[in-house]
């Protein structure tokens, strides 16, 4: 069973650029969901994906998008980035498409700096 | 709305001491609970969750975590803690019932062990 996978898993980015990340869900998942987590704090969610469609937002700006693929794979993709989107962006897999049942697998995150 | 709250950015015991991890949450729907550890340098892993049915929950490496109704608790705790349980723990809460659930965390509490 491959578990979740994200890439890359660090990358620097300049005020005002664009970055794409990505990620492979568990095998077998139909739902993904990103997650923000600031330095010192808790994941953020930012938005869900089920069956290739938005399935839930959190409170982030719109130049947060994201993608899911036919295979249940998903990018998060982030436009003119500023320096408080340095983060680690978390994706995690799961079974239950929009019922929150259970558990969250999570890939080891994408870690972004802005400078 | 929910929320979590976590009473201590940092907790720190002796080995071999017991672990309380604090944590209280707000909800207007019956709602299911989770606590998830992160290792540093990687993603999150599920140690416990409540859903129904009996509120004690046993997880892996010996933890455990009671639901209180009516203090609205979900503290998490382990009889006698071990230099490897040292890392981030998170408590979550999401609805029961929603078309578009997500899950929210909390800000995370920091355990570390006196040897």
């Known amino acids: 069973e491959t578990g979740v996978t994200q890439s890359p898993t660090h990358l620097i980015k300049t005020r005002g650029q664009q970055v794409t990340l990505r990620c492979s869900s568990q095998?077998?998942?139909?739902?993904v969901s990103w997650y923000q987590q600031a330095l010192g704090q808790g994941p953020q969610f930012i938005f869900q994906?089920?069956?290739?469609?938005?399935?839930g937002r959190g409170n982030f700006p719109p130049r947060f998008s994201g993608l899911q693929f036919p295979n249940y794979s998903s990018e998060l993709n982030v436009n003119a980035l500023e320096l408080d989107d340095s983060a680690l962006y978390l994706c995690a897999s799961s079974l239950d498409g929009g019922r929150n049942t259970g558990e969250l697998f999570f890939g080891e995150g994408s870690r972004l700096t802005v400078l | 709305a929910q929320s979590v709250t976590q009473l201590g950015s940092h907790v720190s015991v002796s080995e071999g001491a017991l672990v309380l991890l604090r944590c209280n949450y707000s909800s207007s729907v019956p709602p299911y609970l989770f606590w998830y550890v992160q290792y540093p340098n990687q993603g999150l892993q599920l140690l416990l969750k409540?859903?129904?049915?009996?509120?004690l929950v046993k997880g892996i490496n010996g933890f455990e975590a009671e639901f209180k109704k009516s203090e609205t608790s979900f503290h998490l705790t382990k009889p006698s803690a071990h230099m490897s349980d040292a890392a981030e723990y998170f408590c979550a809460v999401s609805p029961t019932y929603s078309s578009a659930s997500k899950i929210i965390f909390g800000s995370g509490t920091r355990l570390s062990i006196r040897p």
């Open positions: 409540y859903t129904t049915g009996a509120t």
């Open positions: 095998s077998g998942h139909n739902t």
């Open positions: 994906y089920y069956r290739e469609e938005e399935n």
